[in-house]
Nanobody, 118 residues
């Protein structure tokens, strides 16, 4: 069974940094698109960063502050977050399009809380 597990969330002061990790486990043959979403209380889930082979894209409000990266050797995707603001407070979710024993499919992690507050 394929699972995604996020880690790295927590409480940080404005201006601080955090690095989120998302490790995919199970029989995975290929990772295609990797994404980070976030959802703040009362808001819809929004796409923060997306990565495919050859490029990445970002939500306008995080450009220049967040960086998505991946390590295919360990099936892990990262989100480096810097210059954090209170508006970045949300539950962050990892999403991946993976090729497994059952073919291509979308997979989600359970989420990790990021709180930016003084």
């Amino acid at each position: 069974q394929v699972q995604l597990a996020e880690s790295g969330g927590g409480l940080v002061q404005p201006g601080g940094s955090l690095r989120l990790s998302c490790a995919a486990s199970g029989r995975i043959f290929s990772m295609h698109r990797m994404r980070w979403y976030r959802q703040a209380p009362g808001n819809e889930r929004e796409l923060v960063a997306s990565m495919v082979t050859g490029g990445a894209s970002y939500l306008d409000s995080v450009k220049g502050r967040f960086t998505i990266s991946r390590d295919d050797a360990t099936n892990t995707v990262y989100l480096q977050m810097s210059s954090l603001k209170p508006d970045d407070t949300a539950v962050y979710y990892c999403n991946a399009r993976l090729f497994t024993e059952t073919g291509w499919g979308e997979h989600w992690g359970q989420g990790t809380q990021v709180t930016v507050s003084s």
